[in-house]
């Protein structure tokens, strides 16, 4: 990770001492907590909708966890739909969740190890014209259940609430919710139907992505055409 790329999913790693690493900490000490006094060791990172900076959020969050190196943590992507960890990882083919469900890999040989942290990375392996029918899989369910019982804290970087179906398929394989908002993008009717969705009991709390007015301004464009070819 010393040769981190700009890629946002990298802050932590570039900038540790900036605000955006410092609160990012700050949100990993209660999941810390949360294992710590409930034993609570799965958490889905999600979204009320598409491109809030899912993936940057739990990347950053995934990196803070680790840097504990008593600490296993596991990041696992199921963004079948728009998956973006392997890209970001330079993952190699047979690393990720489908070639273990197709019986082409098997799960030890399909995660990345991050050398410098006590982290390891399962992809999504690439996208899938079916997302609902992997996630609903029991192999995929005793897949989740697998990994996360070899490590302390697993990470799931889930697809956002709307507009489909696929992460209160997830809902059941977690603990508990982490919630991404996009800070000055991120409608508030959005978040109170997503939040009412998943049931705010599960909810443990938002983590906040503060985007540049322009970015904030493309990804708002290219949410509202993800919505209206759903």
């Known amino acids: 990770l010393s040769n981190a790329s ?9 900038h540790p001492d ?3 690493a410092t609160a990012t900490r700050l949100f990993g000490a209660k999941i810390e907590d949360f294992a710590r006094t409930l034993g609570y060791s799965t958490y889905l990172v999600t979204s009320a909708e598409p491109l809030s900076g899912k993936t940057t959020a739990v990347c950053n969050l995934a990196f803070a966890l680790a840097e ?3 600490r296993r943590v596991a990041l696992v992507e199921a963004n079948f739909r728009h998956p973006r960890i392997g890209a970001i990882m330079h993952a190699p083919e047979h690393a990720g969740i489908i070639p273990v469900l197709e019986g082409r ?13 006590n982290l390891i990375v399962l992809p999504c392996g690439g996208r899938h014209t079916n997302p609902t029918e992997i996630l609903a899989s029991p192999r995929f369910k005793a ?10 804290i697993a990470l799931v970087d889930g697809p956002s609430v709307k507009p489909f179906a696929d992460a209160n398929l997830l809902l059941p394989l977690v603990d508990a919710v982490c919630m991404v908002v996009a800070g000055g993008s991120t409608q508030s009717r959005w978040l109170a139907q997503a939040t009412a969705q998943i049931g705010e009991n599960r909810i443990l709390g938002l983590l906040v992505n503060r985007l540049p007015t322009k970015m904030a301004k493309d990804l708002g464009a290219e949410r509202k055409r993800r919505l209206r070819h759903r």
């Open 6 to 14: 700009d890629d946002p999913a990298f802050e932590i790693i570039r």
């Open 18 to 20: 900036g605000p955006y």
């Open 68 to 70: 504990d190196t008593t």
């Open 105 to 117: 890999a098997q799960l030890a040989d399909s995660v990345i190890k991050i050398s410098d942290r």
């Open 143 to 152: 897949l989740i259940a697998e990994l996360a019982n070899t490590v302390d």
